[in-house]
Structures are given as C-alpha cells and as structure tokens.
C-alpha cells in the first residue's frame, strides 16, 4: 500500500508561484500513475494533475497552464510547480498512486488576493 509525504504547501499571494513535492513508498513507483489532488472549501476533492511511468500527462480544466506534473523515479517523488496563483487554489493538496484509496496528510496552499 502506498505511503506518502506531502511538502511545499505555504502561504503565497496572488500570482506567486510554489512547487509541492510529495516523496512515495511502498509501491513500485515506477510502474505507477501518480496524480495531485485538492480539496477546496465547499467541495469535493478534485484531480489537479497526472503523470504516467511514461511521463504522458494531464491536467484539470482549471489548471489552464498554469501548473506542471514531472516526476523522478530515482528519488520516488511526484512535484507539482504551480505558477500564476489564484486565490481560488487555496486547499489541502494531496498526492497519490492514482490507483489507491488512502490518502496521506496533505500540504496546506493558501493563496491570499
């Protein structure tokens, strides 16, 4: 069962940028999809973004260019640079083998207008 570590999360203003890094194990990381997830006041925890072991990726509608999956399989990690912050991505962002249904702490992201 995977295990995971969320970091990055902080407080940013509006238009500020934070890399979230989250650091797996118990899985064979490599052959695993990774996704970041957020759960925002009022609402359910939504897909932000996935990585395959290929590296093809996705995003959420919201993203809208403003964010970028990558992953080192060397280190085990899954990072999520998000730039062009909007006051709207304050959450609870948490990362997880796309597959599982555990879930780990989270990193807090609070972005202030």
């Known amino acids: 069962q995977v295990q995971v570590v969320e970091s990055g999360g902080g407080l940013v203003q509006a238009g500020g940028s934070l890399r979230l890094s989250c650091a797996a194990s118990?899985?064979?990381?490599?052959?695993?999809?990774m996704g970041w997830y957020r759960r925002v006041p009022g609402k359910r925890r939504e897909l932000v973004a996935w990585?395959?072991?290929?590296?093809?990726?996705g995003y959420g509608d919201f993203v809208k260019g403003r964010f970028t999956i990558s992953r080192d399989n060397a280190k085990n990690t899954v990072y999520l640079q998000m730039n062009n912050l909007r006051p709207e991505d304050t959450g609870v962002y948490y990362c997880?083998?796309?597959?599982?249904?555990?879930w780990g702490q989270g990193t807090q992201v609070t972005v202030s207008s």
């Open positions: 997880n083998d796309v597959s599982s249904t555990s």
């Open positions: 118990g899985i064979d990381f490599s052959l695993k999809t």
């Open positions: 990585i395959s072991p290929p590296s093809n990726k």
